[in-house]
């Protein structure tokens, strides 16, 4: 009784057998090894041979003197119970690999020989087996796969490093693309590639322009090529292995059809439905996880999604493939990449990013130089990749991907996608800026203001409000403090400054809409604005000084002057004016004409 949990070729070896399984109309069954034997003796290949063509040994076969030409004709098999297979000869042969001792002349023959060389001249003799088919040429191993060229001495075969071929499986999902939207490009059709049929709950082929292919989305895509097709193709043309493609597509879906109410989400569910059907069947029969995963989709979401959207969607879907029984933790996954149409919408960098440095089990396979109508003709659809593009992708362009590094896309061109040298316009994906010398001192890692549509430019600059600005040498706007700029060296702003402009040098701004340029204010009014140099008022006044023009010395109260200060209620001050007896003292004192001046008893005049 067989041991359960026990892998076949774990079981004990034996040198002969009672019974077989096998297949009968459909259905597995068992055959005793007796009825194997007698129904391979009424082969129609092998009628023509007398009992006395099955050898227990070689030996054995060499010894005979029973099997003559006049027994037996040339083309005619002779069996040997280790497993070997040898052809007859022509009697005027001269390259025979081994000669009975009644005469007949032998090659080696079928799928076990002694040297690689013997296989070599079998091939040449024209012999061939179906595809996938194990030969064993003195230990080396070969799998038959027609069309084959990778071994110039042995056309229709490759080599094989594999033990025990099980089938691979193959998961493909998504929108128009991942469907296949357009026909031509290769169609092998090889039988080592089968289909999943959602309409019938069966496996079908790999020919594109019959069913399953030949429905329509979800169960097909109306026969055009597809990306998993020709990855399939290139499996089975590598491994010679069985390779399954469980397929579940619909043109037009946003990526909410997936993720939208999580594993109950309608495609999701669908290709979860179809893949867990697909493991029940006997053609995948011990078969509990599949080995990789194809997904092509974001078209559909490029003008409704932005980046953190689609990057936290691209995160929930794989967690949701990683949760599934049938999804290792490092089963990969392949993004197909989009258009060049397509790399303008946010999507796509979020796309790119995931793969690159959110999970790199996710492995971005990018899509330039492939084909849409728009890029072969100048017209037309340029979403859509052309039949032959999308089999360049699916056999090439998956096989040669890798998980790599790629930097997110931060500066875009006016609606044509990153942005290139020769473009006058960049548009950027961030809002804020800090310069190398005003990132945060003393940080492990870079860091600096967060505030939002900001710019903290030059040396310690510290744009901390949001919509401020902040150039030059030691320029701060406080973290409440927004809607502003500052420029200079060490201008600065306050909690309550807001809707601000002050350039220059050691200048305070604390209040609402005020303005300063020059050097030493402090501007503290609302609507309040400072001109010059060290101007004489430095706290709020009960009537707001909405201007003063400095003409002070020094930051010292002492040496704080204003030419001209004009506050809210109207009054303006001139407290400085020269001082002159009359019109002429003035003259003389270098007063041009149209100056203002006061005598010593308080009278304005002006110079004549």
Known sequence: MAVNGVKTTDLVTVPSTDALLGNHQGSTVQISAANVAAQIRSDPAFSKLPSGAFFNTYAQMVADVSLNYSSVQVGDHIFIDSGMLFTIADASATDQHATTQGGLKVYESGVKFTTRSRFEEAVTRGESQP????????????????????????????????????????????????????????????????????????????????????????????????????????????????????????????????VGSGTASTRYAAIKTKVEAALTTTELSGVTEVDEIIWAQGEEDALTTDFTAHLANLTTLFKQFRGEAWCADETPAYLMGPSGLHTRYQWTNAFRFFASKVDNREIYVPSGGLDTDFTSTGAGDNTHFLGASLWQAGYYRIADAAPVEIPPELHYGRGNGPALPSDTTVLTTYSSMVSYDSWTVGSAAPNGPAATGSISWGYQCVADGNYSYAFGYQCVTDNTSNYGLVAGRAVTTGAACDYFLAGGY???????????????????????????????????????????????????????????????????????????????????????????????????????
């Open 131 to 258: 595809d996938g088919i194990i030969v064993d040429a003195g230990g080396e191993m070969y799998v038959s796969q027609a069309g084959d060229t990778s071994l110039v001495s042995l056309p229709g075969y490759r080599q094989w490093t594999g033990g025990i071929q099980t089938p691979y499986v193959i998961v493909i999902t998504g929108q128009s693309n991942a469907a296949g939207a357009r026909n031509g490009g290769p169609n092998p059709a090889s039988p080592l590639v089968k289909t999943w049929d959602g309409s019938t709950a069966a496996w079908g082929g790999s020919d594109y322009t019959t069913a399953p292919w030949s429905l329509s989305n979800p169960d097909g895509n109306s026969g055009n090529n597809n990306y998993a097709l020709a990855r399939a193709h290139r499996i089975a043309d590598d491994t010679g292995r069985q390779v399954y493609v469980i397929f579940d597509a619909m043109g037009g879906t946003s990526i909410t059809e997936w």
């Open 506 to 608: 050691q200048i305070n701004m604390d209040a609402k809409y005020t303005f300063g340029a020059g050097r030493g204010h402090s501007v503290v009014d609302p609507g309040g604005a400072a001109l010059g140099v060290y101007s004489e008022y430095t706290s709020a006044e009960i009537d707001n000084v909405i201007l003063q023009v400095g003409i002070g010395t020094t930051a010292s109260a002492s040496n704080r002057k204003n030419g001209l200060t004009v506050r809210k209620s109207g009054s303006v001050e001139m407290k400085n004016l020269s001082v002159y007896a009359d019109n002429a003292a003035a003259v003389a004192g270098g007063m041009g004409a149209g100056t203002i001046y006061r005598t010593a008893t308080g009278e304005l005049r002006i110079v004549v």
